[in-house]
Structures are given as structure tokens and as C-alpha cells.
């Protein structure tokens, strides 16, 4: 069932489909998106046609469905052609209406199982050990979830030739993995003086993802000697700069969350922009500490942190125990010099970015 006045949005894309609210979209295209490219069709959709799926049909596994059909459209030598004259829908679920409750039921647990089995089928062993480590794919430690039934056309495009490489996806992709900082070369913590407290979020454990908790504050904890797991106090660089390479921003490990210039210059984090908006400009600078454009933060008796004007003598917030990322060892060492030296690449071009 649709809206009774469908909600149209153009430039509708099936790699980024539009965002979801409680309730079910629905697309009526009026050109559906095609696949493009040699030997890609039946192996797209032999990925998008799961059978090992628990969710088979609607907003669920439609979504679900992009990471491996996207993998294997592009590692193909193909292209997923936008529907720019799509019409987009809402349903709302609403007790006093029967007609919009669900009439169907899952399992508990089938959306996690159905990203990990995408997951393990995209990224390989190596990355794969990476989703491992965020909270709601940690069971699958030791016990990998059946992902044969997608792994099979992610190897092997429709006209028997193989599919390139997930590496090759990550450079083909590079303006975001790269230098947007996604796939970051380096983690840190920030220190603050020899005070021995570290830039850390105050929301502590978070949910992973956004959808629960798209706004954070910071403030100034003691430091942690190691790596813990869920740890807020780990940062690395992230957000493209105007120039189009990396980095402009500060992103907190394993999180969506980036420093930001809140309300009354309060230092907090929002989901990362990865164009780098200019509210999202922090950056460490080896005299200043650290700075949002020509101005400093600074620590409040409190612990909470606010953007100001540089003062002598104030303490100056540095890097500390620096070490390579779990998911920039998984990379080949061939691909790790491309990410510390960037290297020009003349057979793709990605898009423009302009300033924000």
C-alpha cells in the first residue's frame, strides 16, 4: 500500500536510496534503474536475490541488498544507472489502521545476520574481521554467518570473467575511503597538556550507527593506557578539504561522529559531513593545539570543551599513542603505500568536490 499523494523526489539513485523513516518506503519508478556493463545483469541479481536472506522483499532487503548488488556491479566493469524521475511513497504504520500493520514477522536477530552475511560476502575474510568488532555482529566471532549463496556471483561475473577485487572497489572509491578518511592510515589519542586527560565523547557506549544517537558532546577524561572496546577517546582524520584530498575534520574511531561547532561555540560531534562543511573544520596544529579555523579550544573547569581566542599559556592539546587501524592493516601493502602516498590515478576520475 502507498500514500494517497506519493512525495516525488528527483535525481533518485538506486545506490543511495532516498531516507528512511519509521514505516515502509515504497518506489514507483517511472524508468527503473538499469545495470550497465559486460556480463553484469544475472550476477547482480543473483546478489540482490539472496535465498539465504530472512527478509525478502520490501524496504528491508532492498537496502540490504545494495552493498553486494553495488559490489558487483562496479567489480563487473559495470554502472547502476539512476531513475531520475522517480516517484517515492510513505506508508506509516499506525494501530488504529489496520490496513498499514506489518504482516509479516521476523526473527530477532535477521537484520544483523543479513548485513553480516553481505558483509562477509563484499569484504572478504580480512575486512570482514573489522565489522566483527562493532557490538551487534560480535556473536558472529568464531561462528562466520553462510554467506555461499552471494559469495558465488561477488567472485565471478555473468561472462565467467572474475571480479575485481574489493581493493579495487575501496580505490575505485578512493575519494571516500581515502580522502574522505573512512579507511583512516592512523588512530590517536588527544591529550590534553601533561595534565593526563584525553579528548573522549560523553555519551561513552554508543549505539553503532546514527539513527539512535546522531549528536554527541566531548569532554576532557582521564587517558586510557590501551585500546578498550567501545572507547571514545580514539580520533582520526576524516572529511575531504577544499582541495578534494584529506584531510579537513576529526572523527571519532568506529563512530559516524565528527567534531563540530555547536551552539554558543560549545565543542560537540554530528554525524560526519564528508565534503567538509566548515562547521566540521578542526584540525591539530603542532603550536596551537587544537583548533577550529584560527581559533582554539579550550578546556572549562568542567571538563567540556568551547571554541575561543588564543591565549598564552594556555595548555595545548596533542597527539598521543599513534597507531595503524585494524581496517588499514587489512589492506595489501600495495594499497597501504596508495593511502599514505597518494598517488594519481589516471583511469578514474572522481567527482568534483566543490566548497561548501
Known amino acids: 500500500r502507498v500514500a494517497a499523494t506519493p512525495r516525488r523526489r528527483r ?23 538499469s545495470h550497465r556493463g559486460d556480463g553484469v545483469s544475472s550476477a547482480a541479481a543473483a546478489a540482490s536475490t539472496d535465498s539465504g536472506s530472512r527478509i525478502r522483499g520490501g ?12 559490489g558487483v556491479v562496479r567489480r563487473c566493469g559495470g554502472e547502476i544507472v539512476s531513475a531520475p524521475e522517480s516517484y517515492v511513497a ?57 554467506a555461499s549463496a552471494i559469495e558465488g556471483p561477488l567472485r565471478t561475473c555473468a561472462n565467467g570473467q572474475p571480479a575485481k577485487s574489493f581493493e579495487w572497489y575501496l580505490r575505485r572509491f578512493r575519494y571516500i575511503y581515502r580522502d ?46 590501551g585500546r578498550k572496546r567501545d572507547s571514545g ?10 582541495d578534494g584530498k584529506c584531510c579537513s575534520g576529526l572523527k571519532a574511531w568506529n563512530t559516524d561522529q565528527c567534531l563540530i561547532q555547536g551552539k554558543r561555540s560549545a565543542v560537540e560531534t554530528s554525524v560526519c559531513n564528508l ?5 566540521q573544520r578542526f584540525r591539530l596544529d603542532a603550536t596551537r593545539g587544537l583548533l577550529f579555523g584560527e581559533q582554539c579550544v579550550s578546556k572549562a573547569a568542567d571538563g567540556h570543551l568551547a571554541i575561543g581566542a588564543c591565549g598564552g599559556g594556555a595548555a595545548v592539546w596533542r597527539k598521543r599513542r599513534r597507531s595503524r587501524p585494524a581496517e588499514f592493516n587489512a589492506l595489501s601493502a600495495a594499497m597501504q603505500r596508495r593511502w599514505l602516498s597518494p598517488i594519481a590515478d589516471s583511469d578514474f576520475d572522481p567527482p568534483r568536490v566543490a566548497e561548501l
Open 11 to 33: 535525481g533518485y539513485s538506486a545506490v543511495t536510496p532516498p531516507r528512511r523513516r519509521r514505516g515502509c518506503d515504497v518506489d514507483i519508478p517511472r524508468r527503473r534503474a
Open 59 to 70: 524496504v528491508a532487503s532492498r537496502t540490504l541488498a545494495v552493498p553486494p548488488r553495488d
Open 90 to 146: 510513505h506508508m506509516w504504520r499506525d494501530a488504529r489502521k489496520p490496513q498499514t500493520l506489518a504482516k509479516y514477522h521476523l526473527m530477532p536477530g535477521s537484520t544483523e545476520l543479513n548485513i553480516a552475511r553481505a558483509a562477509r560476502a563484499h569484504f572478504g575474510e580480512a575486512f570482514f574481521a573489522k565489522t566483527l568488532q562493532f557490538p551487534p555482529y560480535r556473536r558472529f566471532v568464531g561462528r562466520e554467518p553462510n
Open 180 to 225: 574522505a578518511g573512512v579507511l583512516p592510515t592512523e588512530i590517536f589519542q588527544i591529550e590534553y597538556g601533561d595534565a593526563g586527560l584525553c579528548l573522549d565523547l560523553a555519551g561513552g557506549t554508543r549505539e553503532w550507527g546514527s539513527a539512535l544517537q546522531p549528536y554527541d558532546t566531548v569532554t576532557a577524561t582521564p587517558c586510557e593506557p
Open 233 to 242: 577517546q580514539w580520533w582520526h582524520l576524516s572529511n575531504r578539504g577544499t
Open 275 to 279: 565534503a567538509g562543511p566548515r562547521h
